[in-house]
């Protein structure tokens, strides 16, 4: 059982409080916990004659929780600024009022 992490570890990897991750378990039994807007349910193990033991997670649920946790940003191409003098239903000339484009 030394391959599997308690949760204050657990929470220091995913760079959490304990508490959080309480909080995460708690609404991962309920089914209300998503990771970025998506369901996720979190596997993990607790003894004692109620459930009420010690928590422990396996080191693949901590990697998978944290996969889903990686933030992927969209990528947009940068728009290259136009040197346009004119623009649709703009009727005077563009510039500074004491430097004006002619």
Do not use: C, H
């Not at 959490?16 to 909080?23: A, H």
């Amino acid at each position: 059982m030394s391959n599997l992490y308690n949760a204050k570890e657990a929470a220091q990897l995913l760079g959490i409080r304990t508490s959080t991750l309480y909080e995460w378990l708690s609404k991962s039994d309920a089914g209300e916990f998503e990771v970025r807007g998506i369901p996720f349910v979190v596997n993990y193990l607790q003894g004692g004659k109620r459930g009420q033991g010690r928590i422990k997670i396996e080191p693949s649920e901590v990697e998978r929780l944290k996969e889903a946790m990686r933030v992927r940003p969209n990528v947009r191409y940068q728009r290259i600024p136009s040197n346009r003098t004119s623009f649709p239903g703009i009727t005077v000339p563009l510039g500074r009022p004491d430097n004006p484009v002619r």
